[in-house]
Nanobody, 126 residues
Framework: QVQLVESGGGLVQAGASLRLSCAGS??????MAWFRQAPGKEREFVGC???????RYAGSVEGRFTVSRDYTVNSVYLQMNSLQPEDTAVYYC??????????????????????WGRGTQVTVSS
């Protein structure tokens, strides 16, 4: 059974940094990604990374957030710098089941992902 478990969220002030972690188990993955959902808004793409360690980011976070992964522990990370109140949301990790033909894809649509974590809350105060 595939599981993705996020950790590292919390309450910080504007300008602070946080590092989120997502520990995967029970599977082998192509792209792994982070999405977020704020109250009253739809879930939105944040960033993703493929098996070649290429990355893709939403314009709202590019330059501030960095996605990385560690294949040895089947985890993906999100380093968030210069956090703003607008970044407040529940952050979810997601993963695509491994297939050789899709190893280098960088999906940005939620429907392209097979597995999801339960999320971790990030709150940024002014």
């Amino acid at each position: 059974q595939v599981q993705l478990v996020e950790s590292g969220g919390g309450l910080v002030q504007a300008g602070a940094s946080l590092r989120l972690s997502c520990a995967g188990s029970g599977g082998t993955f192509n792209a792994m990604a982070w999405f977020r959902q704020a109250p009253g808004k739809e879930r939105e793409f944040v960033g993703c990374i493929n098996r070649g360690t290429q990355t893709r980011y939403a314009g709202s976070v590019e330059g501030r957030f960095t996605v990385s992964r560690d294949y040895t522990v089947n985890s993906v990370y999100l380093q968030m710098n210069s956090l703003q109140p607008e970044d407040t949301a529940v952050y979810y990790c997601a993963a695509v089941q491994f297939e050789p033909s899709g190893a280098l894809q960088l999906p940005f649509r939620a429907d392209d992902y097979d597995y999801w974590g339960r999320g971790t809350q990030v709150t940024v105060s002014s």
